[in-house]
């Protein structure tokens, strides 16, 4: 009996007994993963331990796989803008393009200045809820209203639809010579945005949520 449990507990492998206990070293059990969590996470139609293991390591595997962490997901275009969507909006034939009529929920992140709470983008300059008694910016696509490079990163998105847009530092500095950035009203905002011009580089990071939609007479 001594010789078998001996044997018992040196291997590295899981045994499944008779009644359904499954036995591991410690080291296979313990190694990143956190077992108190598997009682307390859910198993459709299987309470075995093993599925609650293999349950725990895929959603480990999903959450650092996450799409805000896969390059793959954002859109190159020519003139150096890039883009992620985060929210498909509303099926229908209303899409953002040149000449629509738009209202846009914001913030802008100025990607050259970390953000103190870690957030990613970097800090905030903008937000049409801080900075907007109405919480939106109304605009005409194609007329000067939004900066050259946020337009087209939102020509096609749909109502309610989000995405995260950036746009390289030489086409925010022809958007603010021309008047077009969002303004701050906040002196933070001022000065973080003024901290990202004068470090070099002043790319913006945009989160827009598509509020409103029209084409000329339709809405």
């Not at 190694?31 to 969590?37: L, N, P, Q, R």
């Not at 959603?59 to 793959?72: C, F, L, M, R, Y």
């Not at 010579?177 to 580089?201: I, M, V, Y």
Request: a neutral charge.
């Amino acid at each position: 009996r001594r010789l078998f449990a001996s044997k018992l507990v040196g291997t590295t492998a899981a045994i499944a007994t008779s009644t359904g206990a499954l036995f591991l070293s410690p080291h296979a059990a313990l190694a990143g993963i956190d077992v108190s969590a598997l009682r307390n996470l859910p198993v459709d139609g299987d309470s075995g331990a093993a599925t609650r293991l293999k349950q725990l390591q895929n959603q480990g595997t999903k959450a650092a796989q996450g799409p805000e962490n896969d390059s793959s997901t954002w859109t190159r275009l020519d003139s150096g803008v890039t883009y992620k969507i985060i929210g498909m909006g509303k099926d229908g034939i209303r899409t953002v393009r040149n000449g629509s009529d738009v209202g846009v929920a914001m913030t802008v992140r100025c990607k050259s200045i970390i953000d103190v709470d870690g957030e990613p983008g970097g800090a905030k300059y903008y937000s049409t809820k801080e900075d907007n008694d109405s919480n939106e910016l109304s605009a005409t696509i194609g007329l000067g209203d939004l900066p050259r490079g946020l337009e087209e990163g939102m020509i096609g998105m749909k109502l309610n639809a989000a995405r995260l847009i950036e746009v390289p530092s030489r086409l925010v500095v022809a958007a603010n010579n021309a008047g077009q950035l969002p303004e701050a009203t906040t002196e933070e905002g001022k000065q973080r945005l003024a901290s990202a011009f004068e470090s070099g580089d002043a790319t913006l990071v945009f989160k827009v949520y598509i509020t409103r939609i029209s084409q000329g007479n339709k809405i």
